[in-house]
């Protein structure tokens, strides 16, 4: 019997399609590492995107403090003309404000319009520290030529130190420099907003 015998010849490849072997490799990591790029960007918005909406807030709760510091100063006129002035410094401030206390409570009890002016400050900087981080208040001036509220809090963000106000500041300067009395000039981080109170 004679063996019948098989060959099989390998199938010739083209050589287009011998130049083309691994280029679909090649397409889909392209492709990653564009795909990769975009998700950067995308991270790098949402971290900006969130960090401004932390300074919106922080402007927002600025805002509502100092309105609610000329709202107690409006609303009681008979107080003495210095009665809401708030000179300590911020350190003072910080380290007593766990065991902050008011001495007469204003709410349950009659009160005189200084005892009054005492109360308020003393539940505005309770509710500045409630409501930012790190914050204290100072406040100079009188009644009669109005108060400049100073509203000092701590930002993580800005790592340089506070300005102290000058009398040449005008301005946005004018608005977010730290008084010289608060003595903040070498604590990193603090930030100031200033606001006049005219009774």
Not at 2 to 19: D, E, K, L, N, Y
Request: charge should be negative; proline fraction near 3%.
């Amino acid at each position: 019997m004679s063996q019948i015998r098989t060959v099989r010849r390998a199938r010739r490849v083209p050589a287009t399609a011998r130049s083309l072997r691994g280029s679909a490799l090649i397409e889909v990591l392209v492709a990653i590492l564009v795909l990769s790029i975009g998700m950067l960007g995308i991270a790098g918005l949402q971290a900006s995107s969130l960090r401004f909406s932390q300074g919106s807030w922080a402007r927002a709760a600025l805002a509502s403090e100092l309105s609610d510091l000329a709202d107690r100063v409006r609303t009681n006129p008979g107080s003495g003309a210095n009665a809401y002035q708030l000179a300590s410094t911020y350190e003072t401030q910080r380290g007593e404000i766990d065991d902050l206390e008011v001495a007469k409570d204003c709410e349950t009890a009659a009160c005189s319009a200084d005892e009054l002016a005492a109360f308020h400050l003393v539940e505005w900087r309770l509710a500045l520290n409630r409501n930012l981080p790190g914050a204290t208040g100072f406040v100079t001036g009188s009644r009669d030529t109005g108060y400049i509220a100073t509203i000092l809090w701590f930002d993580k963000e800005l790592a340089d130190e506070p300005e102290t106000c000058e009398a040449d500041f005008d301005g946005v300067r004018d608005r977010n420099c730290c008084p010289e009395a608060a003595d903040v000039a070498d604590i990193e981080g603090v930030r100031c907003t200033n606001m006049v109170v005219v009774p």
